[in-house]
């Protein structure tokens, strides 16, 4: 099964046919975030513990946590949102009469999206084959929205098809540190490349 890494928008969560994972560079932006107008202590050690975490993984040759220093992160990181809990103000009581929720502050929601989606924040800590950041993701589809947002739409499914074909083989010729323009001249000229 596949994995999706994401920032935790709420509807990511609805594809249940692939697994989680959150997104290390827009958490420490958060935290960071949190850390620079709140000064929570939690926080601040919690970005610490990520960024410690995806040091350790990068560095080690399987690309994960063996059980052991797994174990030992989840005790820190459920140590650090203990202490969250306690440090974080109490959230008020909704006005009588008032209907909806009463809304929470960034740190409050970010500590319980810490709380609620441990897994999926850890996963790249478990899995070699998840990465820490989907950045590159993002990268790779940035330009497709830059396009559609200038021309403001394909104007058909095959022409979509088309643009998505080219910029993924260019995208991998490059990755693979291929000239885009020898690329093409590869392409046209019925060449496999990079093999």
Same mark, same amino acid.
């Given at each position: 099964?596949? =994995?999706?890494?994401?920032?935790?928008? !709420? @509807?990511?969560?609805? +594809?249940?046919? *692939?697994?989680?994972?959150? *997104?290390?560079?827009?958490?420490?932006?958060?935290?960071?975030?949190?850390?620079?107008?709140?000064?929570?202590?939690?926080?601040?050690?919690? =970005?610490?513990?990520?960024?410690?975490?995806?040091?350790?993984?990068?560095?080690?040759?399987?690309? *994960?946590?063996? %059980?052991?220093? +797994?174990?030992?992160?989840?005790?820190?990181?459920?140590?650090?949102?203990?202490?969250?809990?306690?440090?974080?103000? !109490?959230?008020? %009581?909704?006005?009588?009469?008032?209907?909806?929720?009463?809304?929470?502050?960034?740190?409050?929601?970010?500590?319980?999206?810490?709380?609620?989606?441990?897994? @999926?924040?850890?996963?790249?800590?478990?899995?070699?084959?998840?990465?820490?950041?989907?950045?590159?993701?993002?990268?790779?589809?940035?330009? @497709?929205?830059? =396009?559609?947002?200038?021309?403001? *739409?394909?104007?058909?499914?095959? +022409?979509?098809? !088309?643009?998505?074909?080219?910029?993924?083989?260019?995208?991998?010729? !490059?990755?693979?540190?291929?000239?885009?323009?020898?690329?093409?001249?590869?392409?046209?000229?019925?060449?496999?490349?990079?093999?």
């Amino acid at each position: 099964m596949g =994995k999706l890494i994401h920032d935790c928008w !709420a @509807s990511y969560f609805s +594809y249940s046919n *692939c697994g989680h994972g959150l *997104c290390g560079s827009h958490l420490l932006r958060e935290l960071t975030f949190v850390v620079e107008t709140n000064r929570y202590r939690w926080a601040r050690r919690m =970005k610490r513990l990520l960024q410690a975490t995806y040091k350790r993984v990068s560095d080690c040759e399987k690309k *994960c946590l063996d %059980d052991r220093e +797994y174990a030992r992160l989840l005790k820190c990181y459920r140590k650090i949102l203990e202490l969250g809990t306690l440090e974080m103000p !109490a959230i008020p %009581d909704k006005p009588a009469g008032k209907r909806g929720r009463i809304a929470k502050s960034d740190a409050h929601n970010l500590l319980e999206r810490l709380q609620k989606h441990e897994a @999926s924040v850890l996963l790249f800590a478990r899995d070699p084959l998840v990465p820490f950041t989907n950045n590159r993701g993002e990268r790779d589809l940035r330009m @497709s929205k830059v =396009k559609q947002k200038v021309s403001g *739409c394909f104007r058909s499914e095959i +022409y979509a098809h !088309a643009y998505c074909r080219i910029t993924s083989y260019l995208q991998t010729m !490059a990755y693979k540190g291929v000239n885009p323009m020898i690329a093409i001249q590869m392409a046209l000229a019925g060449e496999l490349g990079g093999e």
